[in-house]
């Protein structure tokens, strides 16, 4: 069983940046995609980023390239997203989520592939 543990988000003002942590625990596949994705109040769940653990390769939506950094540490199993110039937009609740590669079609920017989830972090940005 995988568990993931957000960490990192806030409140913050516009302009102001963020680095989310997600620590990983319990079985990992070894070949694994993992990804950020996040939920504003009264929106669907939509994808920023993932990455595949294995080679590093990182796979961004267009709205998330440029401000958006994703990034694993493989010594400490724990993934990162790094934000800048935060804008009240990005306010939602920042989920992390893991699968194999086969499974996640490839680390698709997709919540629907992603079977292992975490619990949240808030991220809150005020103008």
């Known amino acids: 069983q995988v568990q993931l543990v957000e960490s990192g988000g806030g409140s913050v003002q516009t302009g102001g940046s963020l680095r989310l942590s997600c620590e990983v625990s319990g079985h990992t596949y070894g070949n694994e995609c993992m990804g950020w994705f996040r939920q504003a109040p009264g929106k669907e769940r939509e994808g920023v980023a993932t990455?595949?653990?294995?080679?590093?390769?990182?796979f961004y939506t267009d709205s998330a390239a440029g401000r958006f950094t994703i990034s694993h540490d493989n010594a400490k199993n724990t993934l990162y997203l790094e934000i800048h110039s935060l804008t009240p937009e990005d306010t939602a609740m920042y989920y992390c989520a893991a699968d194999d590669f086969r499974r996640s079609g490839g680390c698709q920017i997709a919540p629907e592939v992603y079977r292992h989830w975490g619990q949240g972090t808030q991220v809150t940005v005020s103008s």
């Open positions: 990455i595949y653990t294995a080679g590093g390769n990182t």
